[in-house]
Structures are given as structure tokens and as C-alpha cells.
């Protein structure tokens, strides 16, 4: 599940700066911002609070909770059914309306955590 989480965490940073992948990642982005999400709420409510207090449930519990933060403004809701669309968009009301800075730290941290976990993949790979 790392992988998975990791790739997640770089297309929400993909999604989040400009760079050229960021044309082909907003087709998607809807569904990409919906994983991320879902992949984020797993990696802090599943394994970072059952693992609290050690190494990884930590970086877990951080990582996770930068994902649900970072990926929520890219969340695009047209499709989806009205009263969960309301509840969302609510969300992204309160989220848009903190300062710039937090988004500009959350995806420095969100950056951290992403290399932290792609360095720990390869060097377990390469053994």
C-alpha cells in the first residue's frame, strides 16, 4: 500500500503545481483528487492511527492527513449525487478561505513525506 499511497501523494503535488503533466493530470483530475482522497483518509485513519507512536503509523498519521487537506480543493463534484455534492462543496468553502500559506506548507510537507516514502521504496527494492 505504500506505492499506491506514494504515487497518490505525487499526483496531488502534480495536480497542485504547475509543470507540464498538470494538462494531462486535470482530464483526470476528478478522479485522481477522489483516490488520492480515499487513499489519504486509509493511510490516516486505518494504518496511522493504529500504528501511532511508531516510526511509520506517524508519518502515516501526518502523510495522510496532508493528502485529505491537499486534495480536497481538487476535488471536482459535477457528477456526483446532490447531498453528498453540498456537503463537499461546504468543505471546500471552509477550506478555501484560509490563507495561501497553509496550501503552500501543506504541499512543502506533502513533498517531504512523498520523497521520505519513495526513498524507503527504493532502497527495499534495491536489497
Known sequence: MGIV???FMLFILFMSVSNPLRIWLQKRQGVFALWALLAG????????????GLFWGNAAFISGL???FTSIPLLKTDTWPTA?????????????KLPRVFDYLA???LAVCAALYSYTLIKLNLR
Open 5 to 7: 499511497v506514494t504515487v
Open 41 to 52: 483518509v486509509w493511510n490516516f485513519a486505518w494504518y496511522g492511527s493504529q500504528h501511532l
Open 66 to 68: 496532508l493528502m485529505i
Open 84 to 96: 453528498l455534492r453540498q456537503v463537499v462543496l461546504s468543505i471546500q468553502s471552509y477550506r478555501a
Open 107 to 109: 504541499l512543502l510537507a
